[in-house]
Nanobody, 119 residues
Framework: QVQLVESGGGLVQAGGSLRLSCAAS????????MGWYRQAPGNQRELVAG??????NYADSVKGRFTISRDNAKNKMYLQMNSLKPEDTAVYYC??????????????WGQGTQVTVSS
């Protein structure tokens, strides 16, 4: 169904910035929620930042440093990452959810983009 492609990852020095982009093949206007997740080796995938039509939320570890945004007209979502730390190193994934029932949502994932922060 929906295809997501992340871009913008790379290698950056601690304190630097990166801007991740997520391009969706379909409309994100009707999505119930969108977000960025990350997963480091040996760790569980965790929510970094989420966005709905009316709010945003961030993991405590990135509050004040990361900003999530979306452009419905372009079917894109972004994650601006500032003041990067080595612990931010992970594969970052784009996620889009659509409400199907009161109990279930369809979730779509991109293939991920590697972010490496050197110290």
């Amino acid at each position: 169904q929906v295809q997501l492609v992340e871009s913008g990852g790379g290698l950056v020095q601690a304190g630097g910035s990166l801007r991740l982009s997520c391009a969706a093949s379909g409309s994100i206007f009707s999505a119930s929620a969108m977000g960025w997740y990350r997963q480091a080796p040996g760790n569980q995938r965790e929510l970094v930042a989420g966005i709905t039509s009316g709010s945003t939320n961030y993991a405590d570890s990135v509050k004040g440093r990361f900003t999530i945004s979306r452009d419905n007209a372009k079917n894109k979502m972004y994650l601006q990452m500032n003041s990067l730390k080595p612990e931010d190193t992970a594969v970052y994934y784009c996620n889009v959810k659509y409400r199907r029932t009161v109990y279930y949502e369809d979730a779509y994932w991109g293939q991920g983009t590697q972010v490496t922060v050197s110290s």
